[in-house]
Every structure is written in C-alpha cells, then in structure tokens.
C-alpha cells in the first residue's frame, strides 16, 4: 500500500469538511432571503396592469381607472370584478392589459365576472405571460405571503403620468403574512397583513413560493391603531369561477417549502454527504491500517523463524557442510525481515486521521444558519 499519497489525500477530506460548517452558514445568511424573494419577484412578472381606457368624442382617450391581474391560463387573466365594473356603465371604456414589461400593451375582452366573488376574467388579445401555479390546499395560518400589484399610490409618489401608467413598469411587491383563519361570511377570503392600497385590486397574494394563494379584493383600516389588513379572494373561489368559464390553471396542494428551509436542508444533506464520505475514508484508513499491522506480524514472524533457522544452521556448521552459508543468509533476510516488519508498523496510517464531524454536528451547523425575515420591499411606499 501507499501511504505517501493516501494520507494527504485523507488530510485534505477532512480539512475540507471541517471547512464546510461555517462556510455553508455564512453563506446562507447572503443568499437565502435573495433566494427566497427572488420565487416572488418571478410571480411579479406575472401580474399585469388592468387599465380602463375611456374614448370621449371630445376629450378622445384618457384613463379613467386600473387595477391589478394576474395571468392564470395562456391570455387569461383574473382580476376583480369591481376593477371592471364601469364597463357596463358605457360602451365607450376599454380594457387595456399592461404587462410588467415589454414594450406595449395589449387589448383586453371581458369574458366573465362574478359579482359575489368579485372576480373576472379577461382575455389578452395577443401577448405571452407566464401563467402562475395557483396553489389550492389550506395556507398556513401564520404563513409568510406577498401582495403584488400597482398600487396608486406608488404611482402618485413616483409622480407617474398617464401614459407611464399604461406603459409596462415591474409590478410592487409587499410581504406580510396570514393572519389567522377569518373569512367574510358571504364569499370565501384570506385575512393577511401585507400592504395593499387603491390600484392593488384584483392583484395576487402569493405564498413564499410564488403560487397564488388568492386575489386581492379589498382592505381594512382599523380605527384604534392604524393596522391595516387585507382581503384575499380565496382559490375556493377561484377555482370554480375559472373552471366555469372553461379555463383549466394549473394548480397545485404540494406544501410550499420556504426558500430559507430548502436551503438549511440542502445544506444538511451536503454534510450528511460529506460526512459519509469521510466514513467511508475512515473506514478505508482502518482496513489499511488492519492490513499494514497483519503484514507487520507476518514479517516479524516470518523474520524470527528464519533467525532461528539460521542460528541452529550455524550451530551445527561443523556437522552440515553448506551450514554456515544458510545460516548466514537466514540469520541476515530473518534481521531484515524484523526490520521491515517494524517499519511497516511505526509508519501505519495515524488515528488521528480518523477524526470527522458526527452527522448531529454537521446538521446543526447547518440549522444555525438564521433564516432571514422577508425584505418588506416596497411596503412602506405602497402605504397610503
């Protein structure tokens, strides 16, 4: 066997995974809330403008409202249905669908709405917008949420024109969380905590994951303390309302497995990996290590026999005329033998090698990485 190149090689497996540890827990804290908001800021690309343009025969085209969407289906889109109410106040409004980027923005057809749900459906006349997973089990009552869509008064603030409001700018992203199980009693909703004002309507809320978890309606402003809530349509009326209209989304019950939990487990089992490769080496320097001290043994055995060999040889040298000679060559391989025999055994593998973090020291210093909070965004902006 070669220890000359086993043992750097062991060296350098076990430096390695002891390096693993802090490494894999400093980078966590950099990358796990970017991971995670980065599975909502892909959602966002999803949610559009709905924007209502009025046409006056003597003011011509001017807008007279918006809302937010969000793309369910290939071209369809849900909002709510008070976003497009005014259509059936005159035939002269028009549903105007601006993307969260591109370069223009497309007609929209009214194909539904339900006025109990307060939810509709649009159809895009041209475009492509990655439709959204609309996830239909029961959310967590404490689960982490997003509000997306176009407030105005983010629009107010960025002192935005009319037409940079029909012309495609990134929808804005508030995070909050679920806030316990209450539901109007008239239409199935979710109560959350993420920051919504006028323009949010008929957005999406959704999970961690980026999944809708429900549409934007409407919120509530407590009088006492000035904590605001919203109000989501929830997928239990979603789902019927789009299947009525022969819309078939994609929907999902898998649980929504955070970004920031994904990592800590990706990381454990990186360690649980490591750590089994360096079982496997620790068990490898034992076998070598068993096999080097059997070699030892033989070697000195077989050196003491021919050491003994040759000293009787020699004693009767006088009797055996080729006597002398073996005794000399046995008394000389059997030393050499012994000699080796001690080499092999002073230059075994070290035990010291053999010393690797335990699975338990590996998964907790992946755990110890913190998860980071959701970066509120633009939640202070999108307040009124």
Not at 207 to 218: A, M, P
Not at 226 to 248: K, T
Not at 286 to 314: S, T
Request: charged share 20%; with cysteine; proline share 6%.
């Amino acid at each position: 066997m070669r220890t000359e190149t086993t043992l750097p090689r062991l060296t350098a497996l076990v430096l390695a995974l002891l390096m693993l540890l802090p490494v894999t827990a400093s980078a966590q804290k950099g990358e796990n809330g970017e991971a995670e908001r980065s599975q909502v800021v892909v959602a966002a690309q999803s949610v559009v403008r709905v924007a209502l343009i009025a046409n006056d025969p003597k003011q011509g085209e001017y807008l007279l409202g918006h809302g937010s969407g969000v793309a369910v289906a290939p071209r369809m889109i849900v909002t709510n249905a008070h976003v497009v109410a005014p259509l059936r106040e005159s035939p002269n409004i028009a549903i105007s669908i601006v993307p969260s980027s591109g370069s223009r923005r497309y007609p929209g057809e009214l194909v539904a709405s339900d006025t109990r749900a307060d939810l509709a459906l649009i159809r895009m006349q041209g475009g492509d917008i990655t439709p959204l997973t609309i996830f239909t089990g029961s959310p967590d009552e404490t689960a982490r949420v997003a509000a997306i869509g176009y407030p105005g008064s983010v629009d107010l603030a960025e002192n935005l024109s009319a037409t940079d409001r029909v012309s495609p700018i990134p929808a804005v992203r508030t995070f909050g969380q679920i806030s316990g199980g209450r539901s109007r009693r008239d239409v199935d909703t979710l109560l959350h905590t993420a920051a919504m004002a006028r323009g949010n309507s008929g957005g999406p809320l959704v999970d961690e994951c980026g999944r809708v978890i429900g549409v934007n309606s409407f919120g509530s402003l407590a009088e006492a303390n000035d904590a605001e809530f919203g109000f989501a349509i929830s997928a239990r009326e979603i789902i019927p309302f789009l299947r009525a209209n022969n819309v078939q989304p994609e929907i999902t019950t898998d649980r929504c497995i955070p970004a920031t939990q994904r990592a800590l487990q990706s990381a454990a089992e990186q360690n649980r990996e490591a750590f089994i490769e360096a079982e496997r080496e620790r068990q490898r320097l034992y076998e070598a290590r068993e096999l080097q001290l059997a070699l030892a043994v033989a070697l000195i055995v077989v050196g003491a026999l021919l050491l003994a060999g040759g000293v009787v040889a020699m004693l009767y040298k006088n009797k055996w005329r080729r006597g002398a000679v073996v005794g000399t060559v046995s008394i000389g391989v059997g030393i050499g033998l012994m000699a080796a025999s001690v080499y092999v055994f002073v230059n075994r593998p070290s035990l010291a090698l053999a010393d690797v973090p335990t699975p338990a020291a590996s998964d907790a210093g992946a755990a110890e990485a913190p998860a980071e909070e959701a970066d509120p965004e633009a939640g202070a902006d999108a307040s009124e």
